[in-house]
């Protein structure tokens, strides 16, 4: 049987009480808040598991850094004792250097048979030349060159056998060292 409520609308009570609206809207707030604590929660545990990951990959590459700082130090050091080599060899001139220097200013009738350093940081050249003149000549080029100073004609012999000239000169050249 169908209750029938004559009353007029003002008067009749209504289908849904007050006390059924505030426990359902007060299930649907809980419902509302757990959902987003939930989905808090779940975002932090992602965030925490990112968080591990790197710190676990941190550690593993930890001797990596290392290594890398070792390598960075020996290049500094390698870098300093090149810059130090490089400021003390500045003024001094390679051997090779030197010797490129006497090939340009040697005549074709000269050839060496020694060429030596001495203690004094004196050059020592020892060979044989076709006559007199190219002697001369070789030691007014080396005068004339600024690298070289003070050629000395040490001692010069006459080779009768090979009818050749055997010499000697030393010179200090610029920048070598003692």
């Not at 941190?58 to 870098?79: A, G, H, R």
């Not at 500045?90 to 020694?114: G, H, K, S």
């Not at 000239?165 to 060292?177: R, S």
Request: aromatic share 8%.
């Amino acid at each position: 049987m169908n209750p029938i409520n004559l009353l007029p609308f003002v008067e009749r009570q209504p289908k849904w009480s007050i006390d059924k609206l505030i426990f359902i809207f007060s299930i649907l707030l809980v419902l509302i808040y757990s959902s987003i604590y939930t989905y808090n929660v779940c975002k932090i545990l992602r965030i925490e598991k990112e968080l591990q990951a790197t710190r676990n990959q941190y550690e593993l590459l930890q001797p990596t850094l290392e290594i890398m700082q070792k390598s960075n130090d020996k290049l500094q050091l390698i870098d300093t004792k090149n810059k130090i080599a490089a400021l003390l060899t500045n003024e001094r001139q390679p051997l090779y250097t030197l010797i490129q220097r006497i090939v340009a200013i040697m005549p074709q009738q000269l050839w060496f048979t020694n060429l030596s350093k001495s203690d004094k940081g004196l050059l020592e050249m020892k060979g044989a030349a076709t006559t007199y003149s190219v002697v001369a000549e070789f030691i007014e080029n080396m005068e004339k060159d600024p690298f070289f100073l003070d050629p000395t004609l040490v001692k010069v012999e006459i080779d009768t056998a090979a009818s050749l000239l055997i010499f000697e000169i030393t010179v200090k050249p610029k920048g070598m060292q003692q």
